[in-house]
């Protein structure tokens, strides 16, 4: 039977080293520039995946009509976003190549020696050594039990979308719960009177404001609120669960 403070230490070391070696792989990546083969739209990707400008040449309309530039700012992102995945699975297999990092040590009492840890500190109560072991094991049912809540919850966020808007609100981007961009909708009306550096900033407006809806309300906030997420907490400091 497997001791649950040794399981306890080898998932700390485990997830420590994945964390540097994300760490790693994103502090190498670059923002990625792609213009469309009109040359009239340009996109910015930062390096962590973020649209960070969308740029529309002063002659657009003599090559794009109105309809069609929705959709060519749609692919141009598209292409940007594809392109940033292919530089992040380049820098991934670097960094895959390279030996990998040593687990760093806790910023709390060894986990091999936790159970003792604990002991200690409810040394006056009538808490037993099993306690101890059993709060041990509760970190290990938690994770079991967060794998289960985050699979639910990924299944419920499936079908969510969240929209974001330019200041003026002519301009409306749509995207996944994960945060993928899945639309872009631009008022015909206004679009023909606008500007082209207004046209971008207003696009580039309605693109941040629905990642950011995706941050506050998307997967990933709901997944920080799993047991899964309070597990990986306890993991990386035991001395919580004492204090």
């Excluded at 159970?115 to 009538?126: G, M, R, T, Y």
């Excluded at 037993?128 to 699979?151: F, H, K, P, R």
């Excluded at 506050?216 to 919580?240: F, Q, V």
């Amino acid at each position: 039977m497997s001791n649950p403070s040794e399981d306890l230490a080898i998932l700390r070391e485990e997830s420590d080293v994945s964390l540097q070696k994300a760490l790693e792989v994103q502090r190498r990546l670059e923002p990625v520039e792609v213009t469309d083969d009109s040359r009239q739209i340009t996109v910015k990707v930062s390096s962590r995946g973020v649209v960070e400008s969308v740029r529309i040449g002063i002659t657009w309309d003599r090559v794009l009509s109105p309809s069609q530039l929705s959709s060519s700012i749609f692919e141009t992102i598209s292409a940007a976003q594809l392109r940033r995945l292919e530089q992040y699975g380049s820098v991934s297999r670097e960094v895959d190549d390279e030996p990998s990092p040593r687990a760093r040590p806790g910023t709390s009492p060894d986990l091999y020696g936790l159970v003792e840890a604990i002991e200690h500190k409810l040394s006056n109560s009538d808490a037993s050594a099993s306690l101890a072991q059993d709060i041990i094991v509760g970190i290990l049912d938690d994770t079991l039990d967060g794998i289960t809540e985050a699979n639910d919850l990924l299944s419920e966020h499936a079908s969510r979308t969240f929209s974001g808007f330019s200041a003026n609100r002519k301009v409306r981007s749509t995207f996944s719960s994960g945060g993928q961009l899945v639309a872009l909708d631009i008022d015909q009306g206004w679009l023909g009177t606008s500007h082209p550096a207004n046209l971008g900033r207003e696009i580039t407006q309605a693109i941040l404001d629905g990642s950011r809806r995706v941050e506050i309300e998307g997967i990933s906030a709901a997944l920080s609120a799993t047991k899964l997420a309070r597990a990986a907490l306890a993991a990386s400091d035991p001395a919580s669960l004492i204090d």
